[in-house]
């Protein structure tokens, strides 16, 4: 069996490596011309880790990142309100959380791919049926017939839009800046995500390497997210503690993304005939629990499980069915926690603050275990 999968990110990638591993050739079709990589960071959470760890690229990635055994929730001077802590997890399953660069990872995924062909240039534009098999039409003008195909084509999956035309992409309403700098950050953060959160907007900053930092913004816009100007980031940050606004203030304007916010709407249906979902194209999730690529990694490991023991169709089926519960969750809780973090009212922050520094670290660590544990195929 060959298997075509549309879109190099990387949930398209993993699943390659993944497929290549059980001896299951694959064609990868990319729209971009080249595979740039992304100026900013990724935090590989335990579970990413431990599917890394069974195709033999843990040892890799955590000699390219560096390790987080906490994730703290704070307020925007930067005083604790929540933590998790990850070293319980590190010692469960034998893998740490790992902050990387994403270019690096996409180098290191691409350099895992030994038998897999990545045809760039071709952006999907259109599926046709023609008997048993996929007509798969590009931009380019190409053509080319497909058995099974892999849509790991992203939120706006065009894949996705061919097999269910109705799904519904939700909007935030949240502006989202990203970026990496050369940055020495106090050693007391250096193995660890923190989020600050302020009023109606947060920041998040982790290490990824020694003295670069990869951080990330976030403001509530009303109608559009052209509310907003870049050169005002500084002003926006202005009341959270001095590491954050020298963060701002050491990065290049024009080596910052911005991004609005969104996630897929979950729905009950990933795959169709011999057209599956993976990733972001099935189940895209809002950024607040830093899983989108994680679950995207799972995808992968457990298609490419179920593809080595059954046939597609009941591959497609078991996948789903062993996936779309934990990604789902993922996809609301995050939503949630979405809104939850950009509450305006001042007495409501309080409350939700002072609720969430009594949380025992027992309920966090129950949540990160749903989270963190693998389905087994
Ligand atoms: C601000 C922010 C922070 C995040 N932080 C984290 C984090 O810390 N940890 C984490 O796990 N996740 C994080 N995520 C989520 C993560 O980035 C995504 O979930 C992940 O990249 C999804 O991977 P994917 O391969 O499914 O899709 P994508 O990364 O979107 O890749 C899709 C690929 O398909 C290609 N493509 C698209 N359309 C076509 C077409 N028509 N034809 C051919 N090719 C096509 C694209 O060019 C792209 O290469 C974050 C997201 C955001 C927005």
Request: proline letters at 3%; charged letters at 25%; hydrophobic letters at 35%.
């Given at each position: 069996?060959?298997?075509?999968?549309?879109?190099?990110?990387i949930?398209?990638?993993?699943?390659?490596?993944?497929?290549?591993?059980?001896?299951?050739?694959?064609?990868?079709?990319?729209?971009?011309?080249?595979?740039?990589?992304?100026?900013?960071?990724i935090?590989?959470?335990?579970?990413a880790?431990?599917?890394?760890?069974?195709?033999?690229?843990?040892?890799?990635?955590?000699?390219?990142?560096?390790?987080?055994?906490?994730?703290?929730?704070?307020?925007?001077?930067?005083?604790?309100?929540?933590?998790?802590?990850?070293?319980?997890?590190?010692?469960?399953?034998?893998?740490?959380?790992?902050?990387?660069?994403?270019?690096?990872?996409?180098?290191?995924?691409?350099?895992?791919?030994?038998?897999?062909?990545?045809?760039?240039?071709?952006?999907?534009?259109?599926?046709?049926?023609?008997?048993?098999?996929?007509?798969?039409?590009?931009?380019?003008?190409?053509?080319?017939?497909?058995?099974?195909?892999?849509?790991?084509?992203?939120?706006?999956?065009?894949?996705?839009?061919?097999?269910?035309?109705?799904?519904?992409?939700?909007?935030?309403?949240?502006?989202?800046?990203?970026?990496?700098?050369?940055?020495?950050?106090?050693?007391?953060?250096?193995?660890?995500?923190?989020?600050?959160?302020?009023?109606?907007?947060?920041?998040?900053?982790?290490?990824?390497?020694?003295?670069?930092?990869?951080?990330?913004?976030?403001?509530?816009?009303?109608?559009?997210?052209?509310?907003?100007?870049?050169?005002?980031?500084?002003?926006?940050?202005?009341?959270?503690?001095?590491?954050?606004?020298?963060?701002?203030?050491?990065?290049?304007?024009?080596?910052?993304?911005?991004?609005?916010?969104?996630?897929?709407?979950?729905?009950?249906?990933?795959?169709?005939?011999?057209?599956?979902?993976?990733?972001?194209?099935?189940?895209?999730?809002?950024?607040?629990?830093?899983?989108g690529a994680c679950?995207a990694i799972?995808?992968?490991?457990?298609?490419?499980?179920?593809?080595?023991?059954?046939?597609?169709?009941?591959?497609?089926?078991?996948?789903?069915?062993?996936?779309?519960?934990?990604?789902?969750?993922?996809?609301?809780?995050?939503?949630?926690?979405?809104?939850?973090?950009?509450?305006?009212?001042?007495?409501?922050?309080?409350?939700?603050?002072?609720?969430?520094?009594?949380?025992?670290?027992?309920?966090?660590?129950?949540?990160?275990?749903?989270?963190?544990?693998?389905?087994?195929?």
């Amino acid at each position: 069996m060959s298997i075509d999968i549309i879109g190099a990110g990387i949930g398209g990638l993993t699943t390659a490596i993944a497929l290549e591993k059980k001896g299951i050739k694959t064609r990868i079709f990319e729209q971009a011309e080249q595979l740039k990589p992304v100026g900013a960071g990724i935090i590989l959470a335990n579970n990413a880790m431990q599917v890394y760890e069974k195709l033999g690229l843990r040892e890799i990635i955590e000699q390219n990142g560096n390790p987080i055994s906490s994730m703290n929730i704070t307020k925007a001077n930067l005083t604790a309100i929540s933590k998790v802590d990850l070293k319980y997890f590190e010692q469960k399953h034998n893998v740490k959380n790992i902050a990387i660069h994403r270019g690096k990872l996409q180098e290191i995924l691409l350099d895992q791919l030994k038998n897999s062909q990545i045809a760039l240039n071709h952006k999907l534009n259109s599926i046709n049926k023609i008997g048993n098999q996929n007509q798969l039409v590009f931009d380019n003008g190409k053509e080319l017939t497909s058995q099974v195909a892999i849509g790991a084509d992203g939120l706006n999956s065009v894949v996705r839009q061919h097999i269910f035309p109705k799904n519904n992409i939700r909007s935030a309403k949240q502006i989202c800046w990203r970026g990496v700098t050369e940055f020495d950050l106090p050693k007391t953060y250096g193995n660890e995500l923190n989020e600050a959160w302020g009023k109606a907007d947060r920041f998040g900053f982790v290490q990824i390497a020694p003295n670069k930092v990869y951080w990330y913004a976030l403001k509530t816009f009303k109608q559009s997210a052209n509310e907003y100007d870049i050169e005002n980031l500084e002003n926006y940050f202005k009341d959270y503690n001095t590491v954050i606004r020298d963060i701002i203030f050491s990065t290049s304007k024009n080596e910052i993304h911005t991004a609005e916010i969104s996630d897929l709407s979950p729905t009950n249906k990933w795959f169709k005939d011999t057209i599956c979902l993976l990733g972001d194209a099935a189940h895209a999730t809002t950024p607040n629990m830093g899983q989108g690529a994680c679950q995207a990694i799972e995808d992968a490991y457990v298609l490419s499980e179920c593809l080595n023991k059954y046939d597609y169709y009941n591959a497609f089926k078991q996948y789903q069915k062993l996936r779309l519960p934990k990604a789902h969750r993922v996809v609301n809780t995050s939503w949630k926690i979405g809104k939850l973090a950009h509450w305006k009212n001042p007495i409501s922050r309080k409350l939700r603050n002072t609720v969430m520094r009594l949380t025992p670290s027992k309920v966090n660590r129950i949540q990160s275990e749903i989270i963190f544990k693998l389905e087994t195929v």
